[in-house]
């Protein structure tokens, strides 16, 4: 299924809470809106025209959002990937530098340079590079979770 053909799925309102708060998180850290706030902010997170993905703070943190695009580099629909535990979108070998960037955002609140390989759920490789990720934190400061937005990335061929 390509981007154009997905659709966001039903959310619960508790659901669409969590998703709200990648982008007023972002908001509140660089002050400057992740989409276009015209409109229904779920649909333009969903819609947006670079990958957006978040995790929750499970001890083993879940993805609870991806976007269109997102899905379509992961090779998965909405229900699988919100099942999924991120560190399970990196290689084994890679697994213990995505950790160190993650301690890294949670030290800074955010970063706009991490590069890094992602694998989709039918094993491709790809090179995902000057990726944004954050804390994810709700009104009162509270932590949420970490989000990311790419738009720049390569297929990597085995």
């Not at 998180?25 to 409109?39: D, K, N």
Request: aromatic content about 10%; charged content about 20%.
């Amino acid at each position: 299924m390509t981007a154009a053909e997905m659709h966001l799925p039903h959310l619960t309102d508790a659901h669409r809470q969590r998703i709200l708060c990648i982008g007023e998180s972002y908001q509140r850290l660089t002050r400057q809106a992740l989409v276009s706030i015209a409109g229904n902010p779920i649909e333009a997170l969903w819609s947006a025209p670079f990958a957006i993905v978040a995790h929750g703070m499970e001890p083993d943190p879940i993805f609870y959002f991806g976007n269109r695009i997102a899905l379509t580099l992961f090779e998965m629909d909405f229900d699988a990937f919100t099942r999924l535990p991120s560190r399970f979108s990196a290689e084994p070998l890679l697994r213990e530098e995505r950790a160190h960037l993650l301690e890294r955002v949670t030290r800074t609140g955010i970063i706009d340079d991490y590069a890094g390989v992602r694998i989709s759920a039918t094993g491709k490789r790809f090179r995902i590079s000057n990726a944004r990720v954050w804390n994810l934190t709700h009104a009162d400061g509270t932590a949420a979770g970490q989000a990311a937005a790419f738009s720049q990335w390569t297929h990597i061929d085995d």
